[in-house]
């Protein structure tokens, strides 16, 4: 024990390796011979040397094979568990609830778009229908002028033709009045009456006016014509220049009506081709949507039946 | 030879299996050898070792080159085969007709079959000793590891440990005999502390 000195306990550690020189050898075995501690020692380095020592165990065959097979399908998992990790496809999900609910909603709008389309090309007929009516009016106030009779065959002229004449029995009445009031203020009763004609016929001349409309604009019209039909030469011959003022009242708020009509229609058309691009992207974006959906189902199924495959392996 | 390994290395990195392939071919023998040594037998053995490689692949990314990679390899082989060891031991504590551990309770590797021949006392317990040394080898610092396994699992040379290390031949054989007996002393007090 007491001469146990650095030297041996250097030595004994390498002993084992047999790579000494002859003299340190000696050195080592002439001392483990009488001291019982050392050679413990020395026999547990070996025994940690002999464990440590690999060499004698063979690898069996198949090893190096199996584990690049494993390695490979290893790395297929991997690639796998990433893709199903991202984004995308951890709320998959959801984007396909999503896109299901969009589809639905989609479906809706369409359905209600296509509602008030047909809404407006009933709209559309109605003024083109009122339009007809107007001209129809126009050219038969055309045909009073020329006749200088209130001669109709319907019966919104019909009713033209009586309130011109009650408009004739109301000059007659308040022909000397009207002969003292002035011509320019006559003038301006005129345009008076025009104006507010063209004001209601803007107003009651709606897309959903029918042509009924336009006859109560005539009527109207009429009814004004008393008050214009204050001509100061109404002396000799009254009638004839009262409905001559008529008329020309009549074809001024016709023509303001048609003038109406015809943007009100403008209009309408501009609106209805509105809808019909509103109506295009709605479809489109819709058939996105659908190709998505599609799409994303077919991934859903593509991954689950790789997965099922790499478990089966 | 170190630069080829290093660029496998790089490689294997990089996720190319062919090149891991070729990084863990010289090194297949020892790791399964470990997980033999561990275990004692060849089916537990060969399972470990394989999970010991594919483990290798998955953490190749966290090599720094800050020692060799050798060393670095044999540490996760023999800390993945005690663990593997560990928790086959826990499961078969109670089931276990032959085996018998030094303790049960305690984390340290055993041998499974007890050697009930005619031996030496001091030979018995030398072979209990011994047990431990797996565990021991991962409580002993880097540089003593890492010349243990150079030396005595990878068995080379004194000039190509010098070489390898780039320190000389006194050093290598001064380093050597402090390592071992560094590890001697770990599993003596493995060994004690496993006798209380």
Known sequence: ??????????????????????????IVENHIKDCEECHIDLELYQSIHDE????????????????????????????????????????????????????????????????????????TFDTSTTERVATESTNESSANEEVTTSEASTSEEESVEMKSEVAVMQAEETSEEAMLEAPVANEESIAETTTENTAETMQETTADSTADSTAENTQDSML??????????????????????EDMTVDNSINNSESTLTTNGTNATLESENIVNQNWFLWMFGGILVIVLLGSLVVILLIKKKSALNKKS | ?????????????????EAFGQLIFNYEQKIYAIAFKVFKNETDAYDVAQEICIK????????????????????????????EYRK????????????????SDNDSVSLQIKDESDTPEEAYLRKEKIKYVWDALNEITEDHRSIIILKDIEQKSYEEISIELDIGIGTVKSR??????????????????NLL
């Open chain 1, 1 to 26: 024990m007491n001469h146990c000195g650095h030297e041996i306990k250097e030595l004994l550690p390498l002993y084992v390796d047999h790579d000494l020189t002859e003299e340190e050898m000696l």
């Open chain 1, 52 to 123: 440590l020592d690999l060499d004698d165990i063979k690898l069996p065959e198949n090893f190096h094979h199996e584990l690049m097979n494993k390695l490979a399908l290893e790395n297929e998992t991997k690639e796998i568990n990433a893709y199903q990790t991202s984004f995308f496809v951890k709320y998959m999900r959801y984007i396909n609830l999503v896109a299901l609910f969009t589809v639905v909603v989609f479906i809706g709008l369409a359905g209600l778009n296509r509602t008030s389309k047909s809404d407006m090309e009933l709209a």
């Open chain 1, 224 to 245: 004004e014509a008393p008050a214009v039909a204050v001509e100061p030469t109404l002396e000799s011959n009254e009638k004839m220049m009262i409905t001559a003022e």
């Open chain 2, 1 to 17: 030879l170190n630069d080829i390994e290093n660029k496998l290395i790089e490689k294997a990195k990089n996720g190319n299996q």
């Open chain 2, 56 to 83: 290798l692949f998955q953490k190749l990314d966290q090599f720094r080159f800050e020692s060799s990679f050798s060393t670095w390899l044999y540490r996760i082989a023999t800390n993945t085969a005690i663990d």
């Open chain 2, 88 to 103: 086959q031991k826990r499961k078969s504590t109670h089931e276990s007709s032959y085996d018998e551990p030094v303790d």
């Open chain 2, 176 to 193: 050597l005999a402090r390592a071992r007996s560094a590890l001697k002393k770990v599993l003596s007090e493995l060994w004690e502390h």
